[in-house]
């Protein structure tokens, strides 16, 4: 009895030595240098990072709702009311009450991407995404206002090649920046802004991530902690950075096509605080 070997023992140690083997040679395998696949866009390398550490915060109440016309064009109506912030010597923060509607159009193709928005405040922000060909694609996005100096416009020329991708950024004011991403990654630009990001999947509802932003012309540094948490009916995110300010934005699914949302911000250090509600239709 003490020599009898189980039924199915062999059976299971063969397999383990054939996946032992296979993970001994596929870490022997060299990396094909010549065969690579594709990568993604460089922006969307800190897109799960930006999910956690920059969630669309506001203050005060917000009503949406969206209607779509058919499977590519639909119409938005936004309603906000809330406080806006005004510059100041001092270092607290001046507000006074504000309200304003925004109307927006939207149309979306695979390889054509059109979203305008118009407010009561005079202002109009376009975005545009349009393949030019199969390889090399246009992305722009612009703001116009009434007020001096505030207007902007960044255009974007993304190029997939083989195994690599490379983008060429300009935008007014003497906005340049280029982008290069292989097997390594590369960025210059004008801005003068260095950023770092890290993430973490825990598993498949939390997401960890951490930043690390460093301005070399103005010798700013912030670091960044945020989390993603999805639950059944909610999905809950949040941050705290290295000057004190804390966060969180929770978006609940009380019905389909139906979410409700609440945003608060916390600034120790400028004595800011900002609680937000609002709703979601569509």
């Known amino acids: ?10 059976m299971l140690g063969e397999a383990s030595a054939a996946a032992s083997a296979k993970k001994i040679n596929d870490v022997g395998k060299k990396v094909d240098f010549m065969n690579l696949p594709c ?37 938005s109506h936004s309603v906000f009311m809330g406080p806006m912030e005004l510059p100041s010597q001092s270092a607290e923060t001046i507000k006074i009450p504000t309200a304003h509607y925004e109307f927006g159009a939207n149309f979306i193709d695979p390889k ?7 407010l009561t405040d005079g ?5 545009v995404k349009c393949d030019l060909t199969d390889d090399l694609t246009l992305k722009a996005n612009a703001q116009l206002t009434n007020e001096p100096h505030m207007s902007h416009a960044m ?13 060429l950024q300009l935008g007014n004011g003497a906005l340049f920046g280029a982008s290069y991403i292989q097997v390594a990654t590369g960025q210059v630009a004008s801005t003068g802004m260095v950023a770092l990001s890290y ?3 825990v ?22 902690v945020g989390y993603d948490y999805i639950l059944r009916q909610a999905r809950l995110r949040g941050k705290i950075d290295s000057n004190g300010c804390a966060a969180a934005f929770l978006e609940e699914r009380l019905n389909m096509g139906l979410n409700f949302i609440l945003s608060a911000e916390l600034d120790h250090k400028k004595k800011d605080y900002k609680f937000g509600f609002g709703l979601t239709i569509g």
């Open 1 to 10: 009895m003490a020599g009898m070997v189980p039924p199915g023992t062999a």
């Open 39 to 75: 990568p993604i866009p460089y922006e969307e390398l800190h897109r799960e990072a930006l999910m956690s550490l920059k969630p669309e915060l506001f203050e005060g109440m917000r009503f949406d709702f969206t209607k779509g016309l058919n499977q590519k064009f639909s119409l």
């Open 112 to 118: 054509l991407m059109l979203i305008g928005r118009v």
């Open 123 to 127: 202002r109009l922000n376009a975005r």
């Open 155 to 167: 255009f974007n020329f993304d190029f997939k090649g083989k195994d690599y991708r490379t983008q």
């Open 199 to 201: 993430v973490q999947k």
């Open 203 to 224: 598993s498949e509802k939390v997401s960890l991530a951490t930043d690390f932003m460093y301005n070399y012309m103005s010798r700013d540094v912030t670091a960044s």
